[in-house]
């Protein structure tokens, strides 16, 4: 077990808490555009998926979120005409969700205002030198075996 002398445990501690501490800084702007933080971190996960369709289960893996509260959150969406849901051609069992032209109008202009809010959060503590570093480091944290089986 650590001390408080480890480095590794100092590291973490820190990432840690800086991480709540903007996560709770950003949470604070939503709703967005009527989006909640949930729905807008689906929407921008989606967004980045090619033709804006991820599986359920890949979605589920990607957001933080249990896959009860996904599942209740994907059929708001569907309600609200936010992104569509299918069946999984490959896997009956599965579905493919998918952001309609609705959601895309509606994710843009929040994506605009958080990411304002997010260069104001980090653009005004670190350097653009410091910022290239972090991303690195984040990376190799988040895929230690490749960074670019992450991307």
């Given amino acids: 077990m650590g001390t408080p002398e480890d480095p590794a445990v100092e590291a973490w501690e820190s990432l840690f ?20 933080f949930n729905s807008y971190d689906v929407l921008f996960t989606l967004s980045r998926e090619p033709r804006r369709t991820a599986r359920l289960r890949d979605l589920n893996r990607l957001v933080l979120l249990s896959q009860p509260s996904m599942s209740r959150l994907i059929e708001k969406l569907v309600g609200e005409g936010l992104v569509t849901k299918v069946i999984d051609p490959e896997d009956k069992r599965g ?16 994506a605009r205002a958080h990411m304002e809010t997010i260069r104001e959060l980090l653009g005004s503590a670190l350097s653009p030198a410091e910022l290239h570093v972090l991303r690195g480091l984040t990376d190799r944290l988040r895929c230690p075996e490749s960074a670019e089986a992450c991307e």
Avoid: K
């Avoid at 808490?17 to 909640?36: H, K, Y």
């Avoid at 969700?97 to 202009?109: E, F, K, N, S």
């Fill in 17 to 36: 808490r800086a991480q709540v501490g903007i996560m709770r800084r950003l949470a604070e702007e939503f709703p967005l555009n009527g989006l909640s």
């Fill in 95 to 110: 579905a493919i969700i998918a952001m309609t032209d609705l959601g895309y109008r509606t994710y843009v202009p929040a």
